[in-house]
């Protein structure tokens, strides 16, 4: 999996529409092969990036679980932690 695609689901607050938008448009790039689509190609990119955000926002507010809300900053400091500990100063 494209490691630039991030958990959205249990966070306070909810993940928004372009963080969906974003997710998908990720793993359409990664499946797809390519950043920059053809210009004959770009039809079935933003199709497929408009398809697969909706999908993407229904399991999210399908989800159901009893953790407390994960706050984002503090997910982010953890994700910055354990990139350091695996990449090494940058």
């Known amino acids: 999996?494209?490691?630039?695609?991030?958990?959205?689901?249990?966070?306070?607050?909810?993940?928004?529409?372009?963080?969906?938008?974003?997710?998908?448009?990720?793993?359409?790039?990664?499946?797809?092969?390519?950043?920059?689509?053809?210009?004959?190609?770009?039809?079935?990119y933003d199709h497929a990036v408009e398809v697969i955000a909706a999908a993407t926002r229904e399991l999210v507010d399908a989800l159901v679980t009893t953790a407390p809300p994960k706050d984002r900053e503090t997910e982010a400091i953890k994700a910055k932690a354990r990139a350091q500990a695996r990449y090494g100063a940058a």
């Open 1 to 44: 999996m494209c490691r630039n695609i991030r958990p959205l689901n249990n966070f306070a607050p909810p993940a928004t529409d372009d963080e969906i938008a974003a997710a998908a448009l990720q793993y359409v790039r990664k499946v797809g092969g390519s950043t920059h689509p053809s210009a004959a190609n770009q039809a079935a």
